[in-house]
Nanobody, 121 residues
C-alpha cells in the first residue's frame, strides 16, 4: 500500500525553526512531484510546497515563500521541509503527499497521520 510517515513537528516560539521529514513507501515517491500540505485549526487543507523528481524545481505558497525550503533525497525516499522564521499562523498539522501539477493538488486520497506544528507568539 501507498504510505507516508511524517515527523519532526513540535512546539516552537515565533521566529524559531523546525525541520519536517516525510518518508514514503509503497510506490509513492519515485517519479512523482512531492509536497507538503497543512490543515490549520478550523480550516481546510492547503498547499504549502512542492518539489519535482529530477530537476528539483520548487514551488511555494506565497505565505511561506522565503521562509520554508523543501528538499528531497530520492535515494532515501524522503522529502523534507525546513521551516524558518515560523509564525503563529503556521500552526497546523502538516501532511505529505504526491502533488498533481500545475494545480498543486494532492494526488492520492490516502493520507498519513501528519505531524503537528504549534507556533506560540
Amino acid at each position: 500500500q501507498v504510505q507516508v510517515v511524517e515527523s519532526g513537528g513540535g512546539l516552537v516560539q515565533a521566529g524559531g525553526s523546525l525541520r519536517l521529514s516525510c518518508a514514503a513507501s509503497g510506490g509513492i515517491f519515485s517519479g512523482y512531484t512531492m509536497g507538503w500540505f497543512r490543515r490549520a485549526p478550523g480550516k481546510g487543507r492547503e498547499f504549502v510546497a512542492a518539489i519535482n523528481w529530477s530537476e528539483r524545481t520548487t514551488r511555494y505558497a506565497d505565505s511561506v515563500k522565503g521562509r520554508f525550503t523543501i528538499s528531497r533525497d530520492n535515494a532515501e525516499n524522503t522529502v523534507d521541509l525546513q521551516m524558518n522564521d515560523l509564525k503563529p499562523e503556521d500552526t497546523a498539522v502538516y501532511y505529505c503527499n504526491a502533488v498533481n501539477t500545475p494545480a498543486m493538488l494532492p494526488l492520492f486520497d490516502s493520507w498519513g497521520q501528519g505531524t503537528q506544528v504549534i507556533v506560540s507568539s
